[in-house]
């Protein structure tokens, strides 16, 4: 079965640049979630979108942004990145036409971004 | 808001013994409860989840967890493990939305798990 597909797998930038991170949920999901994890860390809930509109925040910087598209992939975007930004960055996806199901979210294998 | 807690950083265990990861919850409205395991450089993928009826649940590969509303507690267990087993396992958490919950997936801090010959 298709999974939550994260592009790039690596990423590795300098300090005040720029990065997109991508995500293409399972097919039909219609909600997409970002999750940080730094090293050693647990993951942490950064945003999420239903049907192309933010749905929930978490603690995610104001350098940050996202958006999920009509095809229902969404980006991450990251600016003026720091040090402390280095991370594996998870996306999920869920339905939320399934019922008690729609509370499962299936992720992605990450992006791990480092920044030098 | 909810909160996870894994009482166990790091668990050793010898190969083919039985293990239990701990797991507990707070929470002030009902959760559906999950875990995730982790293998070394790779992603999150869903092991067990507790979404309703039966309150044990089982894993293909011979994991299960129990969900003790009174002692709000989650615990995953297999009675045999094998080192393709070592992995970090997460404790996860999301609340009932239709009591006002958040989709979001709170987890616990993670067991990473050494199964050794």
């Known amino acids: 079965a298709a999974g939550v597909i994260q592009s790039p797998r690596h990423l590795i930038k300098e300090k005040r640049e720029t990065a997109t991170l991508k995500c293409y949920p399972i097919?039909?999901?219609?909600?997409v979630y970002w999750y940080q994890q730094g090293p050693g860390q647990d993951p942490q809930f950064l945003i999420s979108?239903?049907?192309?509109?933010?749905?929930d925040k978490g603690s995610i910087p104001d350098r940050f942004s996202a958006q999920q598209f009509s095809d229902y992939h969404s980006e991450l975007n990251m600016s003026s990145l720091e040090l402390g930004d280095s991370a594996l960055y998870f996306c999920?996806?869920?339905?939320?036409?399934?019922?008690?199901?729609?509370?499962?979210?299936?992720f992605g294998a990450g992006t791990r971004l480092s920044v030098l | 808001a909810q909160s996870v807690t894994q009482l166990d950083s790091q668990v050793p265990v010898f190969e083919e013994a039985p293990v239990e990861l701990r797991c507990n919850y707070s929470?002030?409205?009902?959760?559906?409860l999950f875990w995730y395991v982790q293998y070394p450089n790779q992603g999150l993928q869903l092991l067990l989840k507790?979404?309703?009826?039966?309150?044990l649940v089982e894993s293909i590969n011979g994991f299960e967890a129990e969900f003790n509303k009174s002692q709000t507690s989650f615990h995953l267990r297999k009675p045999s493990v094998h080192i393709s087993d070592t992995a970090e396992y997460f404790c996860?958490?999301?609340?009932?939305?239709?009591?006002?919950?958040?989709?979001?997936?709170?987890f616990g801090k993670g067991t990473k798990l050494t199964v050794n010959p």
């Open positions: 999920a996806s869920s339905s939320q036409t399934s019922g008690l199901a729609k509370n499962i979210q299936y």
């Open positions: 097919p039909r999901h219609d909600t």
């Open positions: 979108f239903y049907e192309k509109m933010q749905s």
């Open positions: 929470s002030s409205v009902s959760v559906y």
């Open positions: 507790y979404l309703s009826g039966s309150t």
């Open positions: 996860a958490v999301t609340l009932d939305l239709t009591q006002g919950g958040s989709e979001k997936l709170v």
